[in-house]
């Protein structure tokens, strides 16, 4: 194994007791075991911070980053991003799970693509860890124009190749990890997609999954604010991503 590892996994992590342990097991028992795991823990209130510290002691590969006070998902990542060390970098929500080939398909599949970005068909699971709902399957290719219209790339599904991006840093704002895949599209590069079931999104009680309503006002800020589209392009595209949203949840 080299001194730097060949993925670097990127959580953020904020009262998240109830499910860390297991999320971090998904990643140990991966079949590409030439990673490390960097949890930023934002300012938790419970024993979060402590359950990454136990697992960290005994896997070196595992790595807690303290956050002294609670700033949000995303400058909890940029956290982690900082300290990152591996040439792919993929993120996993601190209750969330990935199959045990998930790193090792998805590293091959980006190399025998030449791909700079990557995500994969997933399914879902409620707060039992139960699995509901059919394959999330996803579409073969995304360019900038695509995934604006587009739900396909699940956080944690998503993989990048800092050889082809360069150092990734999250924007803070809602909707963090939609607005970094669109930074990198817009530069050129196409999303490729892996049509392999490899993980489990978790759906749990008053998360963003259970708010359509709210996602979608913070989608239609990234595209008026952050992308500064016009209002008509908006809401095409809005109109296109709301329907594949609908289309989603009718699956799961």
């Not at 800020?221 to 949203?245: D, F, I, K, N, Q």
């Amino acid at each position: 194994m080299s001194d730097a590892p060949l993925v670097s996994v990127i959580t953020a992590a904020y009262n998240a007791e109830a499910f860390i342990a297991e999320t971090i097991a998904s990643v140990q028992a991966q079949t590409l075991t030439d990673w490390e795991m960097l949890v930023a823990d934002d300012a938790s209130t419970d024993r979060t911070a402590e359950i990454v510290a136990a697992q960290a002691a005994y896997d070196p590969r595992v790595r807690l980053i303290r956050l002294e006070r609670n700033g949000g998902v995303a400058r909890a990542r940029n956290a982690a991003l900082s300290e990152a060390r591996g040439r792919f970098v993929a993120f996993l929500d601190s209750d969330d799970l990935w199959l045990p080939e998930k790193l090792e398909r998805q590293v091959a599949f980006m190399k025998a693509r030449d791909a700079a970005v990557c995500y994969t068909a997933f399914r879902r699971i409620d707060e039992s860890g139960t699995r509901t709902g059919r394959l999330v399957k996803v579409p073969p290719r995304l360019t900038y124009g695509q995934l604006l219209k587009n739900t396909a790339i699940a956080t944690l599904t998503g993989m990048a190749d800092t050889a082809k991006t360069g150092p990734l840093r999250m924007t803070e704002a809602r909707r963090d990890d939609f607005i970094l895949w669109l930074s990198i599209l817009k530069r050129g590069f196409v999303a490729e997609g892996l049509q392999e079931d490899l993980a489990r999104y978790r759906v749990v009680k008053g998360s963003l999954s259970s708010k359509p309503k709210r996602s979608a006002a913070w989608v239609w800020h990234v595209y008026r604010r952050v992308e500064g589209l016009g209002p008509l392009r908006s809401a095409w595209c809005m109109a296109h991503y709301g329907t594949r949203a609908i289309l989603k949840r009718l699956v799961f």
